[in-house]
Each structure stands twice: as C-alpha cells, then as structure tokens.
C-alpha cells in the first residue's frame, strides 16, 4: 500500500489538490475531517479541550466554536501547543482506522492530507511526500481575499504554521500554485502519473494484496512440510 502525504500551508490551495485526487479516485484521509469528528460534542477530544479552555469557546448548543477557539490559538503560540497535545492521541488513531478501513478494502494508494504533516512527525508514514507551495505575497493576499480578514489576522495565522519554503526542502514533490487553476491541472498530471506508477515490493507487501499472499503462501508451505513429514514417517 503507497500512503501518499499531501500537506502545504493555509490558502496555499492542498484542498484543491486534494480534490483533484479524489475526482481521479484516489481515496483521501482528510486531517481536518478528522480533526472535526474528536471534537464533536461529548467526544473524548470534545471534553479536554473544554476542560482546558472553558465552556466560553462552545456555541448554544455545546458544540465547539471553531473559529472562536482557531482566534484564541493563533495569537497565541502556548495555547495553540496545549490544542496539539490534547487532540493529537485522538487524531492519530482517527487516521490510523480511516487508512486501516481504506486497507480493508484493498486500496493500493491513498493520499494522507495533512496540514501539519511534518509538525505531527506523520511524514515518516508516507512516500511520496507532496508539499504545495506558493509565495508568500500570494498566499497572504489569498488568505485576506478567502477569509476577509486583515492582514494582521491573515499574518498571524500563516506564521503559526511551519513555512512553506521550508516544507518544500522536505518534499518529494512540489506543486507551485502560484498560476491559475489550468496551471495547477496541469502540474497534476504528472504528480498522478507518479503516485499511481506500479507499487514497489515493499509497499505491495504491505497492501491487502500482498498480505494475502504472503499468507497464502505460508499455508502452502505449512500444507507442503506436513505432506513431506507424513511421507518421511512411513518410508
């Protein structure tokens, strides 16, 4: 099985990217879907960020406020790292059943979408590692255009996130966002063309497929010596 990571900053377009996967029928394990269902109301994720932060941050009806709790964090570097500690055990095994049911169903590539691919030491999961990248004078008037927001909010929100230039040093692949969407179709083909090229004999041993001949072939080999001890005890 090939576990594809996809990661990039805010407004640096990963979410088109990734939806570019899935109009190609690569399946995708969405972060921050996950990320949404541990926090939902009576959730074990819910309970220790309320704990930690105070009923304040819930809406009328005890959901978590998000962007309400996303102001708190961003301005504030100590609180945004309690946020990561107290939902990260609950994300982490959120993936881990989103990959192992897509495993199940004998998927051979699925791409892992992932904001904090790198902060979160999740890229050791995957290969290829694919970062999309832009400038960033681009990103932040993206950004301030998406969210309506000022440039001071805008600014504060992309330097709570590593910097893409310095994810790009990390990737196995960089798509430059910087163009139109014609562009960024453009540069995708050639990264499906990558993903989807055949599995090695590593990343086929560890895919449904290839687990299962292994299995097969450990039965036959067990049929095989039992066969030959039979044999031998009556000759």
Known sequence: MRIVGLTGGIA?????????????????????????DVLKKGTGGWKKVVSAFGEDILQLDGEVDRPKLGQIVFSNPEKRQLLNRLLAPYISSGIF?????????????????VPLLFEAKMDKWTKPIIVVWVDPETQLRRLMSRDRTNEDDAGNRINAQMSLDLKRTKADIVVDNTGSLDDLREQFRNVLLEVTKPLTWTEFGLSRQGASSVLASIIVGVLLFKKLLYKSEFM
Do not use: Q
């Not at 640096?12 to 570019?20: A, D, E, I």
């Open 97 to 113: 059943w989103e990959i192992l049911k897509l495993w199940m169903k004998g998927c051979k590539v699925i791409v892992l979408d």
């Open 12 to 36: 640096s377009g990963k979410s088109t990217v990734s939806n570019l996967f899935k109009e190609n029928s690569i399946p995708v394990v969405d972060a921050d879907l996950v990320a949404r």
